[in-house]
């Protein structure tokens, strides 16, 4: 059974489905980013005498600094995705227009791309 044979255009009681599923995490990733900015301000604060606990705080601070990053990506992924539930063509590869797999949409109901399209994208031949 190929990818697409199960790809149908999602209905509006499964598009609900996963704008709520989008919109928890949503909130899980935002109190995340909260929390590891808290994290960083706390190390940033402490006093450290000994060489080992400088570094150490030093690559705890870059650690935290970088999922930042990653969650500032998903998040902006999950607003697209949101975006595109309020347009009403949430669950269609935005680069080709074709229907998304009902289980790559379980998976990862941000994704914009069905699975041929995820994979042009990954290899640097999508815009």
Same mark, same amino acid.
């Given at each position: ?11 509006? $009681?499964?598009?609900? $489905? ?18 590891? $900015? ?15 606990? $400088? ?73």
């Amino acid at each position: 059974m190929s990818s697409s044979a199960k790809a149908a255009r999602v209905t509006k $009681k499964e598009t609900e $489905k996963y704008r709520r599923a989008l919109v928890e995490k949503k909130a899980s990733l935002s109190q995340e980013m909260l929390k590891n $900015k808290d994290a960083g301000q706390e190390n940033s604060e402490e006093i450290t005498q000994d060489i080992a606990d $400088k570094a150490s705080s030093s690559y705890t601070k870059e650690f935290l600094f970088s999922l930042s990053d990653g969650e500032r990506l998903l998040l902006q992924q999950i607003d697209q995705a949101l975006a595109r539930v309020e347009e009403g063509n949430f669950g269609l590869c935005t680069n080709c227009g074709n229907p998304i797999p009902e289980k790559r949409l379980d998976a990862v109901p941000w994704t914009p791309y069905c699975v041929d399209c995820m994979e042009l994208s990954e290899k640097g031949l999508l815009d």
